[in-house]
C-alpha cells in the first residue's frame, strides 16, 4: 500500500540518509488514450473468445476492425512501448506478417476500408449500415458502365424480347436467392431486368477460379439504354440479389408451358380452354363443329362455365369443353390477347340478346376447327407463333413476312 509522507516523516528520512523522490505519473496524451482504448477493445475480444481477432470477409465487422488494428499496433514502436506493459495476455507478440497501413488513418476512415457506409456519430460500435468489401466491389462494377460502341448490333434483339413479352412468348421471373438462382444460370444470351434496365449477356469470358476457390468468369453485359459493363458473372449475381426489383426474361420457349407436367420451379399460370356451344341459335347451329370459344382461365374450368347458360359472354346457353391445355410460366391475359389476335380473321360476327334484352357482341368465339387451335397451342409452346397467322380460307396457319 502506498504511504502519504508529511514533512516531519521526509525530514526524519532525510536525517536517516534516505532520499525521497516522488514520483508522479505522466499525463497521456490524447492520442496515447485513444491506443490504449482500441487495445483494450481487443483484450476484450481475446478474453471473450479466446483467441486473437481474424481477417475475413466472412467475419465480423468488429473482428475484422480489431484485426487491423492490431496489426496496425504490431507495425508501430511507440504503440508497443506504451502498451507492453499492459499486454498480460501476449497480444502483440509478433504473430508473422501484417497489413501495411497508414499510421495515421482514423477509425472511421479504416471502417470505411472495411466497408462500413455509416456510423452513429460519437460511437465506433454503432453502425447502421455494414456491407463487404466484395459487395462494394460489385456495385462499384455494376455502377462503372461506359457507352456500347456497337449497340446497333443489339438494339433488335431488345426489340424482339420486348415484343415476345409483349405477346406473351417470353415472361419475365423475380429472382430469389432461396429458389437456387445460380451462377451457372446466367449463360450468354441471357436477358435480364436489373435497376430498372434490360441486360443482355453478350459474352461469358473463359472460366477462373476466384480466391475463395469458387469459379468465376468475366462477362460482357450491354444493357437497354445503350451502355456496356465489362463485370464478374459473381458481381452480377450479387447485384440481382440485392435489387429487390430484378427480373429473369424467360426464353420463348422456356419449359413446359403448356403440358400435364411441370418442372420443380415452374409455377402454375391456369388453363386455354376450348368451348363448343349448345346454342340453337341458327349461326351457331350450321356451324357447330367450327364454332369454338377459346378462353384462358386461372380458375377451374368447370366453375368458369357453370352458369353459361345465364351469360351472354357464353351465348346463354349451356358449352362443353373440347380441349384444355395447362398453362405453365406465362400471363395469361397477354396469351389469351395474342390467340384471339391471331384468330381475329374468323371472329364470329354475331349479336345476341342478354337476359335484359340488351344487345351483347360475344368477342371470343371463332369459326376455327379444332386441329388448327391445337397447331396454334403447339406454336406458342415452341416459341414460333409470332411468325403465323390464321388463313380463314385455307383453314389453316400460315408463316407471315411480319409486316402490317
Known sequence: MAKNFTDEDDALLAE???????????????????????????????????????????????????????????????????????????????????????????????????????????????????????????????????????????????????????????????????AGFLKTDIKAGEFFILGGQVAYVAEVGEAFKAPNGESDARLRVIYSNGTESNLLLRSLQRALYKDETSRRVSEPSAGPLFSGESGDDDLESGTIYVLRSKSDNPVVAAHRDLVHKIGVTGGDVAKRIANAKLDATFLLADVEVVATYKLFNINRTRL?????????????????????????????????????????????????????????????????????
Open 16 to 178: 536517516l540518509g534516505i532520499e525521497v523522490e516522488t514520483k508522479r505519473e505522466a499525463a497521456r496524451t490524447p492520442r496515447e488514450e485513444r491506443i490504449i482504448a482500441g487495445f483494450e477493445a481487443i483484450q476484450r475480444f481475446v478474453t471473450e473468445h479466446g483467441r486473437l481477432p481474424q481477417h475475413g470477409e466472412g467475419r465480423d465487422i468488429f473482428e475484422r476492425l480489431y484485426a487491423v488494428r492490431l496489426d496496425r499496433l504490431r507495425t508501430q514502436a511507440n504503440c508497443m512501448i506504451l502498451l507492453e506493459p499492459m499486454d498480460h495476455q501476449g497480444i502483440l507478440a509478433d504473430a508473422g506478417p501484417v497489413l501495411s497501413l497508414d499510421e495515421e488513418i482514423s477509425d472511421d476512415e479504416l471502417l470505411a476500408q472495411l466497408g462500413v457506409d455509416e456510423i452513429a456519430p460519437g460511437s465506433v460500435t454503432d453502425l447502421r449500415h455494414v456491407r463487404s468489401t466484395a459487395d462494394k466491389k460489385a456495385a462499384e462494377e455494376i455502377a462503372n458502365r461506359e457507352r456500347c460502341e456497337d449497340f446497333d448490333r443489339f438494339k433488335p434483339l431488345f426489340a424482339q424480347m420486348q415484343a415476345d413479352i409483349d405477346t406473351g412468348t417470353r415472361i419475365t421471373r423475380p429472382i430469389r436467392k432461396e
Open 336 to 404: 389469351e390477347n395474342l390467340i384471339h389476335r391471331i384468330f381475329d380473321p374468323a371472329r364470329l360476327d354475331i349479336e345476341i340478346k342478354d337476359r335484359f334484352g340488351n344487345p351483347v357482341i360475344p368477342r371470343e368465339w371463332f369459326l376455327v376447327p379444332l386441329f388448327v387451335i391445337d397447331d396454334a397451342v403447339g406454336k406458342i409452346k415452341d416459341g414460333t407463333i409470332t411468325g403465323y397467322a390464321y388463313d380463314p380460307k385455307h383453314a389453316c396457319l400460315i408463316k407471315h413476312d411480319g409486316k402490317s
